[in-house]
């Protein structure tokens, strides 16, 4: 197969698996790649399969046809000589995050990566090779055709000449962080001087968080772009940057760094530190972008920028430079600068009143966007910005997070090219009162923050930007989102009638909008009021705004939730130009207009509100969408909806094109309701209750594009359900209970799909499963089809790729468990039976009549209790000790049998009471079970053997088949030692254990104890303080 298959396969199947595998290949269905998937453009992807080796495609795949090889986020510890020498034709091939150092991997557990000599050079096309992530420590050999290297987050900490050697082709190296808090090593990355000198076509070198005290000597002069931010350089002279006249791009940031707003670990950077030679960049005529950033600069020095003219992006944030820009003339010569970033320049602690750039900033003509946010200035004023109203082509003002209480918003308007001003997350309250003199720069205000304070503002949810325009198109774009507005005056605005995108989400406006707050505003198109608590009441909001198009009122449920107010829609048939429209997320269900009217709508997110409530209150809200007569796209997800009437589908506009109902109660559809929508192309019903696909078909003649039923619990689909939508070209079945994916399903339209997901089912991978031909079939339109389409069933093949096993040609595996268990059995009995027969006869019989002693009604027929016994006592002692055996017949038999009176105990005697004819066994066996105890007579404990022993193993054996402790031991000599067991025997159950006494007076006692031990149960005699004995039950 074109896989390493998994999974066990049951000894049957390995017979045939060369048949199987040759009739496979033969049918040439399968995915070319497996496990892996082919995407355009010549790309294997196999990342994230969990893989511990290269996948080996077959001869059979077209493998010259792969030019890139993706294993990323796998499990591969072991690279072989010959796991790529199958793609002739590979150029590009991704192994990073497989074998990750400690400090990177999730659970730090330790790896380490091994590379074969030969590895990469079986690969002569080879060009872009990524390695990151890996634990390896030395550069492994490489071809020469290499463009591109990356090392980056490895345990490689020396770069010498010999590691990239015959790299002359190499353009872009990268070995980032490898030696930093997250890979720690202890020391710095060492590069040998001049051990990057041979790399003549070396445009692109980064060495970022290495650890690096200074800068690589003899570096080639070939380099454009060096990047050596994170490190420890904190000296910078012109020799360090030598013969780099190539450079376009210089990034030294973060090497002294400012700790204060570090987010990660930093160590401060040293008194009166970094330290630049004032002609350090002087020669580097050709530099583009330069990064100076959490450098803890203070001042700029103008001679740094001497000989900058083709500078276009600086960065200097995250510094000191708060008194800096006030009055530096750094900027005087940076005529070609397009892009400035001061963010975070702030005071420690300290908010300033005002703020005055310095007139240099005059000096950047060429500007388009300068970056201010985090500098901490409460006021904003045309004094603020003077410097920039010069600026012709300046397109881009971020100011957000600076504190600022107080902004003339008209100052803008002498900016002729600004197309986006951020003030956001600000604390603007309303129109500016500032009086004509201002406090100085230096009159601060102290406040207190922690690091966290300034991490940047989570940006807005996406779910507006579904539907309205992009401000990025239009001409003028204010954002004053997360200030603490509460009300919007018409004086605010005044002076910026161009402004046509103004975003005012994640405030605190609570007034009722009446169709004079936006009045100067006459060129807006785009409006953004989400997340606010606006009063809808009156007919005319809005209105003042005659070009209109987008506005969104989305998460103003505050007011909505009021008992007893009424909200009034009416506003939006007097907008005639609004096109879009969002009343998203606002639990609106009652009290409010009976119809929305508009004949420009073409989009209505209706989402995150109670229609399902509306709906229910008779025809009072049926008609709610009628008047929406050019509505196109309309979101109803999240209403509640537990069912959708034919009246209320039909009662929707007809010329909708697009309906989300994703995330109700839907567990009914009637798919032939959509008639009533004739133009309806996608249609989303994701996220509900369906349970399956009936109640019909999808109508004829529909002019459904694409349909979304995910995320329900469908385990069932009518045959030809699909068929009669012509037009259906993607459908999306992904995340529900289908155990199969039926060709009857679709017809004649399953070749037409372009997309058909069925990822996320728990398919039945049974043998012959109908549904692999039909996905192989339509294999081209199934996205992700060799490794998110999973087997749900059987057991051992859950959570597996359909194609773990070719279902097709897979033997079935109850059919073959029964065979081979039925095959096993007769093998096992035509070996076993004469071998044990042969070997061990007897025993089994005694097997044989001991299991069938076991059985209820065997036992219920044998024996009626242990009064039916015929003995009291069986005797046991050793014939051949005299005195025994003369104690035994006068003593004992006399005293028991003849002595008692009426109750005589009845013995059983070996030379008296055994039966001739019948087997040494045969008697023993029915003296121990055919009396009530077995008594022992022992002069001596300590050697026992012979007839003694095999009755006392028979009597045990009783013990464990009916639980009965009939065991009594007579010792007659008591001086003599004791055996461990009667020791154990005398503290469990010490009345089983008589000492025949040498005193004549107590020879009473014995024979009144013993007829005791023989007559009694031993359970009673057992010791509670020690174990529960054997019981009669």
């Known amino acids: ?46 990342n994230w399969l969990f893989l511990k080796s290269v996948p080996h495609f077959s001869a059979a795949a077209p493998r010259g046809n792969v030019t890139s090889l993706s294993l990323s986020s796998n499990r591969i510890h072991h690279l072989h000589d010959s796991d790529f020498a199958h793609l002739p034709s590979l150029r590009r091939l991704n192994l990073k995050w497989n074998c990750p150092p400690v400090g990177l991997s999730p659970m730090h557990f330790p790896c380490h990566m091994t590379i074969e000599p030969s590895t990469f050079l079986a690969v002569p096309t080879l060009e872009e090779l990524n390695l990151s992530y890996n634990s390896i420590t030395t550069v492994p050999a490489l071809p020469k055709s290499l463009i591109s290297l990356s090392l980056s987050h490895t345990n490689i900490l020396v770069l010498d000449s010999d590691s990239l050697a015959s790299l002359h082709s190499l353009r872009f190296l990268f070995m980032d962080g490898n030696c930093y808090y997250k890979n720690p090593c202890r020391q710095e990355l060492e590069v040998a001087p001049g051990a990057l000198l041979g790399l003549g076509n070396l445009t692109h070198l980064s060495l970022k968080y290495n650890n690096l005290t200074v800068v690589p000597r003899n570096l080639p002069s ?29 990034d030294v940031g973060g090497n002294c760094r400012r700790c204060d707003h570090a987010p990660n670990p930093c160590m401060e950077c040293p008194r009166h530190f970094p330290q630049l030679h004032p002609n350090t960049f002087s020669h580097l005529s050709r530099l583009e972008g330069l990064v100076l950033k959490d450098s803890s600069l203070s001042w700029l020095n103008a001679s740094w920028f001497r000989g900058l003219g083709n500078l276009r992006v600086l960065d200097l944030s995250e510094n000191f430079l708060y008194k800096c820009i006030t009055k530096t003339k750094a900027f005087q010569g940076l005529t070609q600068l397009r892009q400035l970033n001061l963010s975070f320049n702030y005071h420690k602690r300290v908010s300033f009143a005002h703020l005055s750039l310095a007139p240099s900033f005059g000096s950047l003509v060429a500007l388009k966007e300068l970056d201010m946010h985090g500098i901490f200035f409460r006021s904003l004023d045309e004094t603020t910005l003077r410097p920039l109203a010069r600026l012709p082509v300046l397109q881009t003002l971020r100011l957000q997070m600076n504190f600022i209480s107080q902004a003339q918003l008209g100052i803008f308007r002498a900016f002729p090219g600004l197309r986006y001003v951020d003030l956001s997350d600000n604390r603007i309250s309303g129109a500016s009162e500032l009086t004509a003199t201002m406090q100085e720069v230096d009159g601060g205000e102290k406040v207190w923050l922690q690091p966290g304070d300034l991490a940047p503002a989570p940006v807005d949810t996406p779910s507006s930007e579904d539907f309205r325009p992009n401000c990025s198109t239009l001409n003028f774009t204010l954002d004053l989102s997360r200030n603490n507005l509460v009300t919007v005056r018409p004086e605010m605005f005044a002076q910026l009638s161009h402004l046509q995108c103004l975003r005012l989400s994640h405030n605190c406006i609570s007034q009722a909008v009446n169709g004079s707050q936006f009045l100067p505003l006459t060129s807006l198109q785009v409006l953004d009021l989400s997340h606010n608590k606006l009063d809808l009441y009156h007919e005319h909001s809005f209105t003042e705004l005659p070009r209109l198009e987008a506005l969104d009122l989305s998460y103003n449920s505050q007011p909505f939730g009021m008992q ?49 409530r509306m709906w229910a209150e008779g025809d009072l809200y049926l008609h709610f969408f ?23 589908l039909d009662k929707l506009p007809k010329s909708l094109q697009v309906l989300r109902l994703r995330d109700n109660y839907l567990a009914f559809f009637k798919w032939g309701n959509l008639i009533h929508l004739p133009k309806l192309e996608v249609l989303d019903l994701a996220g509900n209750q369906l349970k399956a696909l009936t ?16 995320c329900n619990s469908i385990s069932f689909v009518d045959p030809g359900f699909f068929s009669k939508a012509k037009e259906l070209r993607e459908l999306n079945l992904s995340a529900n209970a289908l155990k199969t994916v039926d060709p009857s399903w679709f017809g004649p339209l399953a070749s037409a799909l372009q997309i058909l997901d069925v990822s996320a089912n728990p398919l039945h991978c049974a043998c012959g499963a109908a549904f692999i031909d039909f996905l192989l079939e339509v294999q081209a339109a199934v996205p992700g089809l060799p490794s998110r389409v999973k087997c749900g069933s059987p057991g051992q093949l859950q959570g597996l790729s359909i194609f773990a096993q070719d279902l097709r040609l897979c033997l079935d595996e109850a059919l073959s468990w029964d065979c081979f268990t039925l095959s096993l059995l007769a093998v096992a009995l035509g070996l076993g039976v004469p071998m044990l027969h042969h070997l061990c006869g007897w025993d089994l019989w005694y097997c044989f009549h001991l299991c069938l002693a076991w059985l209820p009604w065997r036992g219920r027929q044998s024996g009626q209790g242990e009064d039916a016994l015929p003995y009291d006592a069986f005797v046991v002692f050793d014939k051949t000790q005299s005195a025994v055996a003369d104690w035994v017949y006068n003593e004992l038999r006399g005293q028991l049998e003849e002595r008692r009176g009426r109750w005589a105990l009845r013995l059983c005697l070996e030379e008296r009471d055994w039966l001739p004819g019948k087997t040494l066994f045969e008697n023993l066996w029915a003296s121990v079970y055919g009396s009530r105890k077995t008594l022992f007579v022992l002069a001596h404990t300590d050697r026992v053997s012979g007839f003694l022993r095999a009755s ?14 009939v065991v009594v031991l007579v010792i007659l000599s008591p001086d003599g030692r004791r055996s461990r067991y009667v020791r154990l025997r005398q503290r469990l159950c010490r009345q089983s254990v008589l000492l025949w006494p040498h005193q004549p007076s107590g020879q009473r006692s014995f024979w009144a104890q013993l007829g005791m031990a023989l007559t009694r149960d031993n359970h009673h005699f057992y010791n509670r303080n020690f174990c529960q004995g054997p019981t009669t039950e």
């Open 952 to 965: 006392f193993l028979l009597a045990q054996q009783r013990l464990l088949e009916d639980r009965k402790d």
């Open 564 to 612: 007893g107010v009424g909200h009034n829609f009416s506003f939006v048939a007097h907008l005639r130009t609004l096109r879009h429209l969002s009343l998203a997320h606002n639990n609106i269900h009652s009290q409010v207009s009976q119809q929305l009217c508009s004949t420009s709508l073409r989009a209505l997110d209706f989402s995150g509100n109670a229609l399902g």
């Open 222 to 250: 070939s380099l454009e772009y060096l990047l050596l931010s994170y490190n420890r350089i904190i000296k910078l002279a012109p020799e360090d940057l030598a013969n780099l006249t190539a450079l376009r791009v210089l």
């Open 695 to 710: 109640n019909g078909s999808l109508p004829a003649g529909t002019r459904l594009r694409r349909l979304d039923v995910s």
């Open 626 to 648: 009628q008047g929406l007569s050019g509505l196109i796209w309309l979101d109803l997800s999240q209403n509640r909806l537990h069912t959708l009437l034919p009246h209320t």
């Open 1 to 46: 197969m074109p896989m390493k298959w998994s999974g066990a396969l049951h000894p049957l199947s390995l017979l045939v698996q060369a048949m199987v595998l040759a009739t496979t290949l033969a049918l040439g269905t399968l995915p070319a790649f497996l496990p892996c998937e082919l995407q355009p453009h010549g790309l294997v992807n196999c």
